[in-house]
Structures are given as structure tokens and as C-alpha cells.
């Protein structure tokens, strides 16, 4: 009997314990749900080092090592090849993609997001461009003097403050490009402004890209995303070889399911071509292309677009005006810099464009670091603070509610504005910038957070 006795105090004491066990347990899951981030992944921005990471799953690390272990001799140097690898890439993959589909938010076609297909490795292009770019002289000799001269030697030095999760990437490589299509996808931005010069033509740092644009277009449409151009200011740019340009352009990429058109307030579905530093052109020329009456008019032709031009001082909104342009953005991701990148002008930039029937498109950045090519520019620094520059940008951008929100930039790594993931990395005397105390998505989770953000106060701007 005693030994019954004792046995059945055991088993309630058991039983007790258990049972406050669970209880805990269970507090602790109702303590952590209550932590737990809304869909977007956030709550406090200064609490994103405890959010999971967006889409962990997906990340090509191992493609990309595969890609850089090749023979040089396999390298692809043809878009024939390039086009061929990504068309068998996509059908191998299209599964999980449907699977990313159900997973990843929709994308938001008001928001345009800078992207750059300029660097190259030798695995891919026979040699580096652009990572191993050249620092630049001041334009005074007394102060150039200062500074060290030279180039960036990578893969371990490059031409950035930052280090890209992807290393010293090419922009051919097939792995690259989907890569890059699944962090804008994640980030719920819609719209890629693909920097474009024509045929032939690259910056001073590079080398023709426009063989890239079918790849670039038909990764975008298998993660749904459009592809519109950032017309750069290539040698000899007037009206009439913007009007061949645009031309080339529509009729070689226009009938792509990715390739973006912009509905307007009538109705009229356009292509949109942003034209950075349109205020080199004088606004006479300009008028010529972009005015009904003008000589080499594209208006009312199976050519008209949207045509946004680069903002920086304030009086290039009346040339703007002027010259016939359907909007004008910011780019620039430093507050204070120009006049259009002071987020404190954009509530009169943006009246002066709705009384003359314009599009407004403020530029957000998350930063802007450019000292590892232009040594001397330390004052244009914007420190990241963490995101909370990156949202004090949304949330001005917010304020004057606009039709279209453009991100500067989703990998300018020269000038330290890029959102795509970027990694800690220490080598030889160079240290260069990170994310940290968050994880190398976190700009594209605040991204994602002001997407869905911009999307409910659009939807009260319009009732």
C-alpha cells in the first residue's frame, strides 16, 4: 500500500510538471507571435536583425561557384550562347519558380528600380570591367595631388565601399542575372530600369551591353518583372539620333512580354524611357523630338513614349517644361546634394508638375558612398544609418504622393547605392562597409516593407 501511495504521488507530481511545462512553452510561442513581424518581415526598423531572412532558399551561391569553377576556354562570349544557357536554365527551373510565385509578393509596377549589366570577370567576359574601375582625379590638380592614383585590382580590390554576396560577378553569367531578378522580385519592386546605351556604345569604363537585354528581358518575365531603359548620355545624343534610338529600341524589344508601358491618365499604354543627364541637351533640341510640332517629332507615331528627364538644379524644371518631356526624376540617392535630391523640394517640385501636367518620380537610395573611386568626395557621404536613411526617403517620397517611386539603385556599387545583398569582407589593408548588425537582404525587407506600404496609402490617395 505504500509503495501504491507513493507511486501515485509520483505520477501527479509527473503530471503537474509536465503540464507547467507545456504551459511554459506555450507562453513562450504566445510571447514570440506577439514579436513576430507583419507580411512585410518588419516591425521596429531597428529590430531587423531578428527577422528571418527573405527567401533564404533561393540563393545561388552554389550556381555561382559552379559558374566560376569553368574553363576559360568554356567561357561564353557570344549572346547566341548566353541566350541558349538562360532559355535551358529557365525550363530546368520553372517548377520552383512557380513555387517563388506563390511565395514571393506581388511585384509593384510604381516601383522602378535602377540596375546596371556593366561588370564583367574573366571567367565570363576574358578580363574585369568596371570592379576594377579607376579612382579619379580632382578636377583641381592642387588637390588631386592629395589622393592616390591608380585602379582597383580584383577579385579582393574592387572599384566599391561595399562587397557584393556574389563576388566579382559578371553581368552575362545566367546565374547572375536570375540571381538578381529574384532579389528585386523579393524586394516587390516591378519595374527594372535597365541602364542602356546604343549598339556598339558603352561608358568610358566598358563595354557594349545591348547583346544583354533579351537575357536580362526574358529573366525578368519569368519572375513577372518589366524592363524599361535608362537612356544614358551617349556621344553625340540629339534629336534625331534619339528618334533612330527609341526607334531601334521598340521595334527590337517592344513586342517582349517584360518590355514596360505605362498606362496613362487616358489610357494609352506607352513605353517610358527615363533620359539621365538630360540637361546637357539644350531644350531647343529637345523640342524638336518631344514637341508635336517639332522637326524630328516622335509624338503621335507608333514611336510616342514617356520621356522622364534627370532633374538636378531648379531651373531645369522650366527647361523640362520646355523641351516637351513627359516627367523628370531625381536619381541622386544624397540628400542635400542637388536641388532634386533634397527630399525638402520635393513637395514644390511635385506641385509645379501636377500645374503643368508632368510626372513627378522622386529617387530613393539607401546611402551613397563613392570614396573608393572618387577619393576626394568624402562630403557627399550619406551614412545608412542602419535603413533609417533608406526610409526617411520612402517617407518623404511618401508625403508628396507620386504616381511612380524610382530606387537608385539596385547595384551602382561605384557609387554605394545599391540594395542587393552585400557581405563583411576584410582583405590585405582593405575593409570595406556591410549591413551589419542586419543580414545582406535587409534592403531589400525594407523594400519590400515600404512596396506593401506605398500600395495601401495609393489606394487612399485614390479613393
Known amino acids: 500500500i505504500l509503495n501504491y501511495d507513493i507511486m501515485a504521488r509520483f505520477r501527479r507530481r509527473t503530471c503537474i510538471i509536465l503540464l507547467l511545462f507545456i504551459l511554459f512553452i506555450c507562453s513562450i510561442m504566445m510571447a514570440l507571435k506577439t514579436l513576430r513581424p507583419d507580411r512585410a518581415g518588419f516591425g521596429d526598423p531597428f529590430g531587423l536583425g531578428l527577422l528571418p531572412e527573405l527567401q533564404q532558399r533561393t540563393v545561388l551561391l552554389d550556381s555561382k561557384q559552379n559558374s566560376l569553377n569553368r574553363a576559360q576556354g568554356d567561357t561564353v562570349t557570344h549572346v547566341s550562347n548566353l541566350h541558349s544557357i538562360a532559355v535551358n536554365t529557365m525550363k530546368a527551373s520553372m517548377s520552383p519558380v512557380k513555387k517563388l510565385e506563390e511565395e514571393l509578393s506581388s511585384p509593384n509596377y510604381n516601383f522602378h528600380i535602377f540596375y546596371y549589366t556593366w561588370y564583367g570577370n574573366p571567367q565570363f567576359d576574358g578580363k574585369y ?30 572599384g566599391a565601399n561595399f562587397y557584393p554576396e556574389l563576388g566579382s560577378y559578371s553581368s552575362k553569367d545566367p546565374t547572375v542575372i536570375e540571381a538578381h531578378m529574384k532579389q528585386m522580385r523579393s524586394a516587390s519592386t516591378g519595374v527594372i530600369v535597365l541602364s542602356w546605351y546604343p549598339p556598339g556604345m558603352a561608358d568610358e569604363n ?19 518583372l518589366k524592363v524599361t531603359f535608362h537612356i544614358e548620355p551617349y556621344k553625340d545624343r540629339d534629336d534625331r539620333s534619339m528618334y533612330h534610338n527609341v526607334k531601334y529600341i521598340i521595334d527590337r524589344y517592344g513586342s517582349h512580354p517584360a518590355f514596360y508601358r505605362h498606362k496613362t491618365s487616358t489610357g494609352r499604354l506607352l513605353p ?92 530613393v537610395g539607401p546611402g551613397y558612398i563613392d570614396t573608393s573611386i572618387r577619393p576626394w568626395n568624402n562630403h557627399n557621404t550619406r551614412n545608412r544609418v542602419n535603413g ?63 512596396s506593401e506600404k506605398y500600395r495601401k496609402e495609393q489606394e487612399q490617395w485614390l479613393m
Not at 570591367?129 to 579619379?136: D, F, R, T, V, Y
Open 129 to 158: 570591367i568596371h570592379w576594377n574601375h579607376p579612382l579619379l582625379p580632382h578636377w583641381d590638380p592642387k588637390i588631386a595631388n592629395n589622393y592616390p592614383k591608380g585602379r582597383h585590382n580584383p577579385p579582393e580590390d574592387i
Open 206 to 224: 566598358g563595354e557594349p551591353t545591348d547583346d544583354l537585354v533579351p537575357v536580362v528581358l526574358d529573366y525578368a518575365h519569368k519572375y513577372n
Open 272 to 363: 517610358m524611357f527615363y533620359v539621365y543627364d538630360s540637361y546637357v541637351t539644350i531644350p531647343e533640341i529637345w523640342a524638336n523630338l518631344l514637341t508635336v510640332s517639332g522637326s524630328q517629332s516622335i509624338r503621335n507615331t507608333p514611336y510616342d513614349a514617356l520621356f522622364i528627364a534627370l532633374l538636378v538644379e531648379e531651373r531645369h524644371k522650366h527647361d523640362i517644361h520646355r523641351s516637351g518631356f513627359d516627367g523628370m526624376y531625381t536619381y541622386f540617392a544624397t540628400n542635400g546634394f542637388s536641388y532634386g535630391s533634397s527630399h525638402h523640394n520635393w513637395a514644390s517640385l511635385k506641385a509645379f508638375c501636377d500645374s503643368n501636367n508632368l510626372m513627378f518620380i522622386p529617387s
Open 388 to 450: 533609417k536613411y533608406y526610409e526617411t526617403a520612402f517617407s518623404a517620397a511618401l508625403l508628396v504622393r507620386p504616381e511612380i517611386i524610382s530606387i537608385t539603385s539596385f547595384n551602382e556599387w561605384h557609387e554605394g547605392t545599391q540594395i542587393e545583398k552585400a557581405v563583411p569582407k576584410r582583405t590585405g589593408q582593405v575593409v570595406y562597409l556591410d549591413y551589419k548588425p542586419h543580414k545582406p537582404n535587409v534592403y531589400l525587407e525594407l523594400t519590400l516593407k515600404w
